[in-house]
């Protein structure tokens, strides 16, 4: 198994492999976020890579936007990008020691498919320690067979369905409509409630 921790995610980004990233914001998670009318509304991007969805969200107006991620560069990236974004809510840690809470939204894009499926319950069991009562999880799982090869591993919409309905409302868990071309059919948007 391979080990998954902050100097593998590091060397990923030092070596621009970056296989994940579309280069812009996902249409799903767009699409949700144009939904949203309260921009004071406290955000987590977990994961965020280049930040494309954080990007998007400050440029829309939302102000309590918090990013964590286990490497360094994709931090000082989306910093370079968004210079005015406060520099004490992109957060270099561990996501599992992450400490914040009462989210009101968590967007999950890609976070989840690159941990090891060792980690998934306790993914789960966090997502529910860090919303606060009636908080959302929202955004894309891939949906193809779980893998023991990854990142990315899959996953089912049964596997995801039975993982997350004890810790949340699930309000929507479908296939994408609005995905890129390459990841047709193979993308499910969810809300999730806590």
């Excluded at 949700?32 to 004071?40: A, E, G, S, T, V």
């Excluded at 360094?72 to 914040?100: A, N, V, W």
């Amino acid at each position: 198994m391979k080990k998954l921790n902050k100097a593998y995610w590091e060397d990923k980004y030092r070596s621009d492999n970056l296989g994940w990233d579309i280069g812009h914001i996902s249409p799903p998670l767009k699409d949700y976020i144009d939904q949203l009318q309260d921009k004071h509304i406290k955000i987590l991007v977990p994961g965020a890579g280049n930040g494309h969805e954080v990007r998007y969200l400050f440029q829309q107006g939302f102000d309590t936007v918090y990013v964590v991620d286990i490497a360094k560069k994709p931090l000082t990236y989306i910093k370079e990008q968004l210079p005015d974004f406060p520099d004490e809510r992109l957060i270099e840690t561990d996501f599992f020691s992450f400490k914040e809470t009462n989210f009101d939204l968590i967007l999950e894009q890609t976070f989840f498919c690159a941990l090891h499926p060792t980690l998934r319950d306790a993914y789960t069991d966090k997502m529910t320690h860090l919303l606060k009562k009636g908080g959302k999880l929202v955004g894309l799982f891939f949906n193809f067979p779980l893998t023991q090869a990854g990142p990315p591993f899959g996953g089912r919409k049964a596997d995801y369905k039975t993982r997350f309905q004890n810790h949340f409302k699930i309000k929507l868990l479908e296939e994408a409509y609005n995905s890129i071309k390459p990841r047709a059919g193979s993308e499910l948007f969810f809300i999730f409630e806590k």
